[in-house]
């Protein structure tokens, strides 16, 4: 059998997850947009569970740690941060490695609010955010029809896939 010492590194992909609880006076945020609801997600941050799963598949891609360990929860300057600053920090460590987002893929999974008045708005957002085109991200909203992903009601959790190219 024959040893691959180098693999080509033109590709690499990323995959990210997060999930919060629903709490008491917080604005809810997703992707970057205020979302009108009775409660926002709970977090050391804003909560935005999108972002943070987007930005764990870069992290991801770039064979770094997580989110916890680039912005921990420990650090008083990360409370009530914002996590579109968060994400346009490591979108601009994508650049720095010689690499741009071919594609983003994400899915959010909340049975409450509906999202997909919001998704247009959410998309528009992330690719400002990470200076790419809308046509590069992907987004879907999908319901728990009483399973175990989320707690109904209570919680949001999103999944975040991403491709990277390095750039010529």
Do not use: W
Request: glycine fraction near 10%; aromatic fraction near 6%.
């Amino acid at each position: 059998m024959a040893v691959v010492k180098e693999l080509p590194s033109h590709y690499r992909t990323g995959i990210g997850f997060d999930a919060h609880l629903f709490g008491p006076q917080r604005k809810l945020i997703l992707g970057g947009v205020e979302i009108p609801y009775s409660q926002g997600l709970a977090g050391h941050s804003d909560g935005d569970v999108l972002l943070h799963a987007i930005t764990d598949a870069l992290l991801g891609a770039l064979g770094l740690p997580d989110i916890g360990s680039q912005f921990p929860d420990s650090d008083s300057e990360y409370l009530n941060a914002d996590s579109a600053s968060l994400l346009r920090k490591i979108g601009k460590r994508v650049q720095t490695a010689g690499y741009h987002i071919a594609n983003l893929d994400c899915i959010v999974v909340c049975d409450e609010p509906k999202l997909a008045p919001h998704a247009t708005a959410i998309r528009s957002r992330i690719a400002g955010i990470l200076g790419i085109e809308t046509s590069r991200v992907g987004i879907k909203a999908k319901t728990t029809e009483g399973t175990f992903m989320a707690i109904p009601g209570k919680s949001i959790t999103a999944f975040a896939t991403v491709l990277l190219h390095q750039s010529q």
